[in-house]
């Protein structure tokens, strides 16, 4: 299992940025895929972008061209880079982690960090 800790969240208002950091303590961070998932309150939790262990990204629609996902295999952490946000955007945002073959839902989980994007 691999322990993953959310950082970075916080109150921003529409139109501004954030950046969630996610560490991950695990021998060799670089073999695993990354993904954050969020959750609204009274919603389900979906998926808002992942990254491969080769760097592949894929995004959610409704964050495509105002997120990015990156990460850092010498740092052992994924971030997700958050711009001209929306109030929908608010959410507690989960990172997770699966090995190739393996599905984010079945894998690793954080405890999630909250972000609320409000005037």
């Known amino acids: 299992q691999v322990q993953l800790v959310e950082s970075g969240g916080g109150l921003v208002q529409p139109g501004g940025s954030l950046r969630l950091s996610c560490a991950a303590s695990v021998s060799i961070f670089s073999l695993y895929h990354m993904a954050w998932y969020r959750q609204a309150p009274g919603k389900q939790r979906d998926l808002v972008a992942t990254?491969?262990?080769?760097?592949?990204?894929n995004y959610a629609d409704s964050v495509k061209g105002r997120f990015t996902i990156s990460r850092d295999n010498a740092k052992n952490t994924v971030y997700l880079a958050m711009n001209s946000l929306k109030p929908e955007d608010t959410a507690v945002y989960y990172c997770?982690?699966?090995?190739?073959?393996?599905?984010?839902?079945?894998?690793?989980w954080g405890q999630g960090t909250q972000v609320t994007v409000s005037s």
């Open positions: 990254i491969t262990s080769g760097g592949s990204t």
């Open positions: 997770a982690a699966t090995l190739p073959g393996g599905t984010f839902r079945g894998g690793s």
